[in-house]
Every structure is written in C-alpha cells, then in structure tokens.
T-cell receptor, first 110, second 111 residues
C-alpha cells in the first residue's frame, strides 16, 4: 500500500531564505507526483506536476524534483516571501488515485 | 481557467439529517472526486466518478453515497449525518487521472 510522508511537518523561516520541502513515498511505481499549496480554510492549488519520466519541473521561484528509484521528491522555494506561507502537500498517483501526504506547514516571517 | 465550485463554504447540520454537498466544474472533465480532510489524517478519497452515472468507492465510502446525473455535477450525500462526519470536504475534477483541480471546500459541522 502506497504511503506518502512529508518532512518537516512545520517550518518557520525568515523572509529571503531558500528552503526545501521533502516528500517520500514507499511504492516507486507511480504515474506522476503533484505538489499543491493550501491556504488556511481553502481548497488546494496545483503548483507543479512531474510525470514519472521526468526529473524536475520549474515554475517561477519553485522547482520540484523527482527521484523515483529512491521514492523521493523535493520542492525548492527560492527567496521565500511572507506570501509563501501556506501548507504544501505532495501527492502521488498510483493507478487511478492520488495518495496525499499530510503536508508541511510553512510560515515565512518578515 | 478551470473552475470548480462547491455549493456551500460552511454548513451546520444536526445528527441524523440527510446532507447534500454539490460540486460543479466548468471544464467538461470526465473525472470528479470527493475527499475529506482531517487534521493529522490528510486528504482521504471518499468516492470518484469516471463519467456520468459511473461511480467508484474510494478509501472511506462508509456513510456516504454519490450521484452524477450530469457530467459537470457531482453530489456527495450523507444519508444520516453523524458527528464523526464533521470535516472539510473537498471536490476535485480532472480531464485525465492527473492534474486534479480543486474547489474551495465545504466545512461541515454536524452537531
């Protein structure tokens, strides 16, 4: 059974820092991996999708990498800003379902 | 832009009531999903649908049912609401089985 783990559960950093969020999964037979952002009390916003054949995806200050063989993905946020404060979720797709991690709650303070 | 809307942001119901949560998407997506989100447990899939009148159980279907009479609308039904169904409910849709787009969520409280 696929399990997805995110470390750390919470992170608090000063504005301007570069930071890395980690996601690991137990079954490497995935179709893709997706990173989401969730603001308090809101729905999920898709940030990046990495297909199983890809190694990384970039969008602005965000870069996500995927190492299927080791069951790991990282989300790199460059030059963090207070507006980046949110919970970040990763999800892997096995067959027809997305399996979610429990998220990393990020706070960026001025 | 894909838009997924949910009928209510906040809902308060009494134990035993029948509850309907509605979800509508405007991008002609075949696939639609209902999740619940609870602290420490993450998102868990309740039901999903590949097409009109099609439905599949997710990981936690007990106590729920769904209806999909039209492609753009997917309803989640709590036949007899209980306090352990107090949660955040999230609807999503996708064209294929990736790149899911989520609605804003409905926070349901059952008293």
């Amino acid at each position: 059974k696929q399990e997805v783990t995110q470390i750390p559960a919470a992170l608090s950093v000063p504005e301007g820092e570069n930071l890395v969020l980690n996601c690991s999964f137990t079954d490497s037979a995935i179709y893709n991996l997706q990173w989401f952002r969730q603001d308090p009390g809101k729905g999920l916003t898709s940030l990046l999708l990495i297909q199983s054949s890809q190694r990384e995806q970039t969008s602005g200050r965000l870069n996500a990498s995927l190492d299927k063989s080791s069951g790991r993905s990282t989300l790199y946020i460059a030059a963090s800003q207070p507006g980046d404060s949110a919970t970040y979720l990763c999800a892997v797709q096995n067959t027809d379902k997305l399996i979610f991690g429990t998220g990393t709650r990020l706070q960026v303070f001025p | 832009d894909v838009k997924v809307t949910q009928s209510s942001r906040y809902l308060v119901k009494r134990t035993g009531e029948k509850v309907f949560l509605e979800c509508v998407q405007d991008m002609d997506h075949e696939n639609m999903f209902w999740y619940r989100q609870d602290p420490g447990l993450g998102l868990r899939l309740i039901y999903f649908s590949y097409d009109v009148k099609m439905k599949e159980k997710g990981d936690i279907p007990e106590g729920y049912s769904v209806s999909r009479e039209k492609k753009e609308r997917f309803s989640l039904i709590l036949e007899s609401a209980s306090t352990n169904q107090t949660s955040m409910y999230l609807c999503a849709s996708s064209l294929q089985f990736y790149e899911q787009y989520f609605g804003p969520g409905t926070r349901l409280t059952v008293t």
